[in-house]
């Protein structure tokens, strides 16, 4: 999309990077995640989907992130968001949480959730578009407790988005393990932005690679009942896959190799399975 600032502006270009990031914002699954590595354009991914219903009056999208500072550290959510946000005539408050108010009425929220309880403060919220920014920072109830608040009055189909690097004990590694090759912890590049599906019951997930296979297993006849299955893909993304960055910050990809191999394998490499190994003192 492009806007023209004024008349002696050249117009403003906001568009996705060919490759991963245009993938992310093709994708049709209720539920994408982006990630796999630092510097891959994740944070930037999530800003432009949450411009794609921005003319509708009635539209909000909440991102999530940890913390408060996580949004407004330098060059985080909120900054990057600016660089986006005011060329399109959007304005925002900083509390109580840091929203962006755009000519038509839509909003985009910037909220966090820390402690477990906090997810209670979204009772009756109605998310269209719900996006976790980090979710490995969060716990598989409060993703699972927000999956409900994922609902819609406005015309618009709710949908997920959330972005990752990788943590191998945290509860997103099984639920995107499929995407992930078992014996190197990297992302399986063939099965990148496939389309899997789920349903979970009693607090397990149960997959399978199209909806009427779970329609039958689990006997669900009617279009209500069939909407519990819901669909899911991984979208791995590295600094490589960052042209812009690459090219504009070279020594950023020196800096992720001076870490440790642990860090180095999870950031750089965008590792699942790297763990770190105790050592014993003699």
């Known amino acids: ?24 914002l093709r994708s049709s699954a209720d539920i994408c995640i982006y990630g ?15 411009l794609r219903h921005i003319d509708n ?6 991102i999530f992130r940890q913390t408060r500072p996580q949004i407004v550290n330098a060059g985080g959510l909120l900054d990057t968001s600016r660089e ?16 962006w108010r755009f000519p038509s009425g839509a909003k985009i929220t910037f909220a966090h959730m820390y402690y477990e309880k906090e997810k209670y403060n979204w ?9 976790f920014d980090e979710l490995v ?3 598989e109830s409060q993703f699972f407790y927000m999956f409900s608040r994922n609902r819609s009055t406005c015309g618009i189909k709710p949908y997920i988005r959330a972005t990752c690097n990788p943590d191998g004990e945290s509860w997103v590694a099984r639920f995107i393990e499929w995407w992930i090759d078992p014996n190197t912890g990297y992302a399986d590049e063939s099965k990148c932005g496939k389309i899997r599906y789920f349903i979970r ?8 690679d199209s909806r009427e296979e779970l329609f039958e297993k689990f006997q669900l006849f009617s279009t209500e009942e069939q909407e519990d299955v819901k669909s899911v ?41 790297i763990r770190v190994v105790a050592q014993n003192d003699f």
């Not at 891959?40 to 800003?47: A, E």
């Open 1 to 24: 999309m492009s806007k023209k600032i004024n008349a002696t502006t050249k117009p403003v270009i906001i568009r996705p990077q060919p490759g991963k990031q245009e993938l992310f």
């Open 36 to 50: 796999g590595a630092a510097g891959g354009g994740k944070t930037y991914g999530i800003l432009l989907e949450c």
């Open 57 to 62: 009056p009635r539209y909000e999208a909440v």
């Open 84 to 99: 986006i946000y005011q060329n399109l005539g959007a304005t925002y408050v900083l509390t109580p949480n840091i929203q």
């Open 123 to 131: 009772q009756g919220a109605q998310i269209p578009l719900l996006i």
């Open 137 to 139: 920072h969060f716990t």
């Open 201 to 208: 019951r009693d607090n397990l997930i149960h997959w399978a």
């Open 233 to 273: 893909s991984f979208i791995s993304a590295k600094l490589t896959d960052n042209r812009i960055l690459m090219k504009l910050n070279p020594a950023y990809i020196g800096s992720l190799k001076a870490m440790s191999e642990f860090d180095r394998e999870q950031l750089l490499n965008g590792n699942w399975k």
